[in-house]
């Protein structure tokens, strides 16, 4: 096999990995981060999920008592408005976050369109990460008020609105 041979050979089954490698990626999105946001229970403002009932308790008790170096479970999902969420995964997935993914959601009517994941998915603010991160120590990097997170421009009605909007929710 020639040099140009063994390139063509070595970027084709680059670009097969990346493929395959995004298709897996694409994949383990969670389903309730694609659906309605009142799914979840709501804690003030913030809705909480998690597909273990016990599972779920745990993550509602760190939230609602903002319990200072309490670990979320994996695979809870945290949501405050339709358009973003994060989910615990393992640390070792995430290691700067200490596990948390978050997503940046395209939402309408029809469904909803993941734009942007990882620790480095963003908002007109900045980085998930760069508000959550002010929360590392305190609450695993949940920003539930007092957690050392900038607070969110938004009035609790702001932040009502288009959680009772959410298109993807039954009328």
């Given amino acids: 096999m020639n040099r140009a041979h063994r390139v063509l050979v070595a970027a084709w089954a680059a670009l097969f990995i990346g493929a395959l490698t995004f298709a897996v990626h694409a994949q383990d999105t969670p389903q309730p981060i694609l659906a309605c946001i009142a799914?979840?229970?709501?804690?003030?403002?913030?809705?909480?999920?998690?597909?273990?009932?016990?599972?779920?308790k745990e993550a509602v008790r760190l939230y609602e008592n903002k319990v200072a170096g309490g670990e979320y479970p994996e695979g809870t999902i945290i949501r405050m408005i339709p358009g973003?969420?994060?989910?615990?995964r393992t640390p070792s997935a995430f290691p700067g976050t200490n596990?948390?993914?978050y997503f940046a959601l395209a939402v309408t009517p029809e469904g909803t369109t993941v734009?942007?994941?990882?620790?480095?998915?963003?908002?007109?603010?900045?980085?998930?990460?760069?508000?959550?991160?002010?929360?590392a120590k305190t609450s695993d990097y949940i920003c539930g008020g007092g957690s050392g997170c900038p607070?969110?421009?938004?009035t609790e009605e702001q932040i009502a609105m288009p959680q009772k909007n959410d298109p993807r929710c039954p009328k």
């Avoid at 799914?39 to 599972?55: F, W």
């Avoid at 973003?84 to 615990?88: F, G, H, Q, T």
């Avoid at 607070?151 to 938004?154: A, D, E, H, K």
């Fill in 151 to 154: 607070t969110v421009p938004l």
């Fill in 115 to 135: 734009r942007a994941r990882g620790d480095q998915a963003s908002n007109r603010l900045g980085t998930c990460q760069s508000c959550h991160a002010g929360a």
């Fill in 99 to 101: 596990g948390w993914e």
């Fill in 39 to 56: 799914n979840g229970t709501k804690v003030r403002h913030t809705y909480i999920e998690h597909p273990d009932p016990a599972k779920l």
């Fill in 84 to 88: 973003e969420a994060m989910i615990k």
